[in-house]
Structures are given as C-alpha cells and as structure tokens.
C-alpha cells in the first residue's frame, strides 16, 4: 500500500512539472532548453530515481567500459583466468557483476578495515580476483554500473581490484577492496544475505581449464637479487600460446575523410591550409588549429579553452566521458564504415569539470589490446595510445588520434612462451634501466611504433612507470 502511495505521489508530481513544462513551450521561447533541464531536474528526484533507476547506455565502446579486465579463480586445488575477450568470460561476468553492484548498492552487513597479509590471504583461498583495466571513482563506477552512488561504501576512494570469497556453507559472502591510490587502505566487506554464491560454483569456472596459469607470488620464483627488475604478485605465469593474426596497419586519410574529419571539427574544408617545415598540413580558424601529421596522427587544439567544441553542460564525470566516447565514434566515422573499437586505458578516478582532464583510450583488435608508441617529431608530442581527449568545462580543448584502421592479413602462431619472455624482460630491463623497476603486468598484445609494418602479436610488458616493452624475437 505504501508503495502505492509513493508512487501515485511521484506521478503527480510528474503531472505538475510537466504542466509547468507547456507553460514555458507556449508561453516563452525557451524551447530545447526547457527540456533538457526539466529531463534533468527530474531525473534528480530521490523518488524518481528510485522507481527510475539510471541505465546505462551503451556503444560498443562504452559497453567495454563496465566490464572487468580479467578474473582469476582460485577453487582451492586449481588456478583459471579469464580475460574480457575469453570464451567462459561471459557467466562469470554476469555473476561477480551482481554481486560488486550489490556492494556498490550499499546492501551490507558488516564492514573491516584489513592488511595486506589478510588481502593475500583471501587471494590464496578459494576467491575470485576481478581486476579493472582503469581505476574508478565511486561515482564513476556506479554510473557505469547503471546504479545511483548515494549508498556506496565511503571507505575506499578508487576501486580497480575486489577479492570476492564465496561461502562454504551458503552463508556470509565477502568482498574485499583495494584503494588503488592508497593501497594500505583495503577493507573487507560482508554482503547481505540475499546475495548468494557457494564454494563450489569457483570448479564450474575451473573445471574446462587446459591451460596451466599460477600468480606470480605463488610460485616461489626469486628473480635475481642483482638485477632491478621484480615481479607485482599477480603477473601470471602461463603456458598459454594462442594463435593470432598478423595485422596491416592502413592509413585512413584521403580527400574525401579529410573533409569530413574538418567539417566534424567546425572547419570549413574548403579553406587552404599551410604546411610547415615538418611536413604538417595545418588549418587554422574558428579560435582553433587542426593539423594532419605526417605519420597519421590527427591534432586538434582550441586556441581559447571556452571556445572550444562543446560535448556536455552537466559537469558529471561520466556524461563528459559519455559525449567524449561519442565524439570519437563520430570522428571515426568520418574515416571509416568498421566500428570504432577502443578500450580506456587511463584512470576515470580524479575528473574535476573545471580543470581539464584527459581520457586516453588504446585500439583492440580479434580480442587483443593493440598500444601506440610514437615518438615526439614532426612538431607533436610523443603519442603512447590511440586517442587522447582532454575536456574543460564540458568542452573539447584537444584531440589527438592515430589514424589507422588494422587489417588481419593472416593467422599466426605464437610460439615463445611467457618464461622466455619473462627472461626477455628481466634481462633486458635490468641492462636498460637505472632504478628498481616492477613488472606488472605481462600479456599478448601488438605495439605500433608507427614502421608502417605488419604487426605480429607477442609478449609485452607493463612497468610500474606505465612504459610499455615488447618481446622481441624473429618479429
């Protein structure tokens, strides 16, 4: 009953201010304005939110946003990891995604601040690892989720690394968080009891398993005490070599998409550019330069910050995000028919509207992260992904893509395996580099160095700097 009444209270309400809605059509000329702030006025009632709850609205891009990285499931006798791009990767998603939005929901019942003994703990017990490739804020990662962050836990600031340990007897389910900007804040976390998953569902996960995975804080391996190079705990051993595709890269730019690319950015096509010693083609106008760079990458840049391409008015870190994905999809269409597949590859953690803040997403393709490493020439700075935005007041100030479109030209086998490119690493890094580094990761993936050659996947490394290395062999 009392549900009810709440909901015929929001209705009418509905009724009131869409009355006030046609007053201001008819009667003003407020038009399109009017509307979006009613939309958003209204979206921001508790009880419409309530009965209304946020959904998420997803591209291809955007829908990549909300899914973890990787997991790694440990059922007590046999490790498993998934990748995003994995068969099996699926289920388990759709299960560890209820049960960190129930956490997010604020659907709790207890709640422990704990050390990094008890974290590695729970690793080595039967447990779920989820890891996210960026590092969100609450309200970052709520929105994505399609919930309202007004209940999340207050404790950690930045989530990229949860630790969910099912129940052995149908009962207390926990998960666990890491402050990826603090990382001795970890605290544990018991969810309610309508949230459910048995000690025995982890072997459902397990049981298809053929490749051989182990962290690397499990295995024992001492690297040599002399060299500057360790391993982050969870780098995982694999005897995992997949095959692959060679890609082509292919330059997107020609007359045609170079006229539409200046149209989408608020040029007239039609004008002349001017081309500088270095070989850039540049356009000015419109308190705005963009210019084509030799080596395929495309820069826009505003002259004055407020004059900027405007993307979105809300100031909400992931509506800017939203309109930012937008924009690069529609940009990419200038140049190509194929989807625009990218993956965010920089923290979504410290967004402030009023300060301009950049989000750098990296290409994939056949399931595999593909990074740019182009040095600073030409007369632009050095490029290490495949587009760069930074917004300020909801507005695009720069631009910055690799114009390539990768073809799969033909099927290859990997055939190093990860210890030999783990020696790769640690020989190579621990000549190269002056101070301690960490590996933190190691995965197959394809590095651009914009050679204009074919790519071949491979083993490539991930310091804690954020450089990336590859393996290198015969390719």
Known sequence: MLKER???????????NLLFLTVQLWFFNSGEKVKESFVKYVRQIPIVETFFPIEPQYSISKENLSKPRKFLINDGSLWMAYYNTDLGFSPINERTK?????????EITGTKKIDDFTWESGLESLSIYVEYPVAFSPEMLCRIMGISEKNVPKDVSTFREFIIIPSSDESDICIMARDSHNENSIYAY????KYTLPAADLSVYTSNSNVYYQPAFSTGLELDEK???SLAPLVLFSDSQPATKVLRPKSLMNENSKNMLLENFGFNPDMSPYKDSDGGINYIAN????????DGIFEYNAIIDERGILLDESGNSYN???????????????????????LVSSDLSE?????????KFDYYRNGRPIKVDLPAQYGHDKMNCAIEITVKNGR?????????????VSDYNLSDTFVTALDYFVQTLGNDVQKPVVLEDIYIGYLDNGAGTDLYATWLAKTNSGNIYRYSSNN
């Open 6 to 16: 709440v909901k015929t209270s929001a209705i009418f309400l509905l009724i009131i």
């Open 98 to 106: 209820n049960l960190i939005t129930g956490f997010l929901k604020g």
């Open 190 to 193: 018991i969810l309610s009891d």
């Open 227 to 229: 060299s500057n190079v």
């Open 287 to 294: 308190y705005a330069s963009a210019t084509n760079f030799p």
């Open 320 to 342: 800017v995000l939203n309109a930012s994905i937008d924009f690069a999809e529609k940009t990419w269409g200038c140049l190509s028919k194929e989807p625009l597949s990218i």
């Open 351 to 359: 967004y402030d509207s009023s300060k301009s803040y950049t989000f």
């Open 396 to 408: 695009l100030i720069s631009y910055r893509q690799y114009m390539r479109l990768y073809e799969s």
